[in-house]
């Protein structure tokens, strides 16, 4: 998440908070807030890593290192009002839900912006926004006469453009669909790049950051999609096995959230980016290669990129030899670039079963264990060879308890038509497998 350049702009701006309101602000009350009131949001919003930040003047979400992430600056929160600080976090979950972190940015990058704001504050009961957020159907709050003495003529035209065109919008349609609307409106399309290029902007605009989101590669886009489908099932399972599940989701929301899960991530993806961000670099002196700073005095450095990954393979009758084949044709593909060293389990981890895994050399499927199944032991085992592996996989059925937190990254591999027993850490990357079809 880089620091917000310029297209975050509000003709009503929320109160300045105090120093001390800074100081003494805490996001936690409105976190438990969402926990008794809002269940889904709130199962979304466990998910995410909060960060407290001045790098970003308002707050917005990310996805890097294969962690979800909400970035807040307490100088702003701490300046809304209680029910908009509520309003604020559902804002950012649907940025999540819709995908927006993950996509490509379509340019021009304010235009995109106004479009995903559009698309989301509809799913926001009105009182959660703060005065001046952009909500598609709806005028943009009246001038005051302070206001209006610092624009000009051409600005204040502008800005009733495009209060006009918002006005004009329906709601709960695409980001996409908004966008186009506005590129096909010349005159409003015209307001808000003026809007865009004045110095302080006195536009309407966003609540939140919007920088970062077209960072991805294409193997972390397919991954983050992985993530972030996963987080929006657990959430729906919750919502639906409680009382207050769904809170303020409308129905409209609720069809939404079900058709983005109707689209299957297909698991290799996921697989594949979990091997790629426990990658390292190794860097060796390279004498053919000019070093940056001393060409010709020092050699230069080459990076070269390897992992070392222990997979752990669940020896209960459920885990079957087609679900051995399904994985393995996966990592024999991967094996290029990455280590594989593998172990059975049950209640414990049978080090004797230990077989290495490296390009070209595929092992056996062999069978060694029949007892139950224990994730501590294989947590425990995993912690204590953290520096030989740079991360773990588990190929299991996920009937077992939760082996609580872990050194190095950890990868649930679970097998088709089972479901993990609890819920994974947010930290955690959980691969669903889906087998081949006969």
Partial sequence: MTKNKGTNVDIAPVGKASAEQV??????????????????YSAVMRKLTKIKTTDIPTAGVSATEGELKLWWNPE?????????????????????????????????????????????????????????????????PTLTDEQLADMSEQRVQDYHTLSAFQAGLPKHKSSE?????????????DALNRGA??????????????????????EEREFVKGKVKKVLEDAASEADNKSRGWGT???????????????????????????????????????????????????????????????????????????????????????RQTEFVLYNFDTRVDE??????????????????????????????????????????ILTDGEAPDPGPTKLKRGWVIVPNRELGFTASHRDFVIKMKGAVE
Avoid at 104 to 127: F, G, L, S
Avoid at 250 to 268: C, F, H, M, V, Y
Wanted: hydrophobic residues 30%; glycine residues 8%; contains cysteine.
């Fill in 23 to 40: 100081a003494t602000f805490k996001l936690d009350p409105y976190l438990l807030d969402l926990l008794w009131n809002e269940p889904f």
């Fill in 76 to 140: 702003f929160v701490a300046g809304l009002k209680q029910e908009t600080v509520r309003g604020l976090l559902k804002h950012e979950c649907w940025h999540i839900i819709l995908g927006h972190i993950f996509d490509r940015r379509q340019e021009p990058h304010m235009q995109w912006n106004y479009a995903t704001d559009w698309a989301i504050n509809c799913h926001i009961p009105e009182d959660e926004l703060p005065e001046g957020g952009l909500q598609a159907g709806s005028e943009f």
């Fill in 177 to 189: 669909w908004y966008f186009s609307e506005l590129m096909n409106n010349q005159e409003a399309n």
């Fill in 197 to 218: 290029e004045g110095e302080d902007g006195d536009l309407p605009g966003m609540i939140d950051d919007h920088d970062g989101w077209d960072e991805l590669s294409d």
């Fill in 249 to 335: 989701v409308s129905a409209e929301g609720r069809k939404t959230i079900r058709d983005i899960l109707s689209n299957e991530i297909p698991w290799q993806s996921v697989l594949k980016r979990f091997c790629g961000t426990t990658r390292r670099a190794n860097r060796n002196s390279n004498v053919r290669r000019l070093h940056r700073k001393y060409p010709g005095i020092h050699p230069g450095v080459q990076k070269g990129y390897t992992s070392s990954i222990a997979v752990y393979v669940d020896q209960s009758g459920s885990v079957g030899d087609k679900d051995l084949e399904l994985l393995f044709g996966e990592l024999r593909s991967l094996s």
């Fill in 352 to 393: 004797s079963s230990k077989r290495e895994w490296k390009r070209g050399r595929t092992p056996d499927a062999i069978r060694t264990r029949f007892g139950g199944t224990c994730f501590k032991a294989v947590t425990e085992h995993a912690n204590k060879n953290a520096k030989s592996f740079d991360g773990y996989l």
